[in-house]
């Protein structure tokens, strides 16, 4: 089993920044991609900014130049450091993460999603 656990989320006022966090755990072989999403209600998940396991980034338009996406390999854990937050940026933001597995005689790669925390810009 594989968990994605995400924290940091909270209410903050325009042109703050708040941090989240999602770590990985369980029966891990090794991590490929990562990225956070987000999703208000009545409209489709979007993608935020994604990590290869290189390092390689990649933003949204609407985050470029605000927001900053990292990982630490060695804890299984994502990271988005969001600054300069707008009104617009509130939603419930999701943890995603291309996980291997292993066992004994077998791999399975599987795509995860933590369980979402609430990101609300408002003064």
């Known amino acids: 089993q594989v968990q994605l656990v995400e924290s940091g989320g909270g209410l903050v006022q325009p042109g703050g920044s708040l941090r989240l966090s999602c770590a990985a755990s369980g029966s891990i072989f090794s991590i490929h991609g990562m990225g956070w999403y987000r999703q208000v209600p009545g409209k489709e998940r979007e993608l935020v900014a994604t990590i290869t396991s290189g390092g390689s980034t990649n933003y949204a338009d609407s985050v470029k130049g605000r927001f900053t996406i990292s990982r630490d390999n060695a804890k299984n854990t994502v990271y988005l450091q969001m600054n300069s937050l707008k009104p617009e940026d509130t939603a419930v933001y999701y943890c995603?993460?291309?996980?291997?597995?292993?066992?004994?005689?077998?791999?399975?790669?599987?795509?995860?999603w933590g369980q979402g925390t609430q990101v609300t810009v408002s003064s």
């Open positions: 995603n993460a291309d996980i291997l597995r292993a066992g004994s005689g077998w791999y399975m790669r599987d795509d995860y």
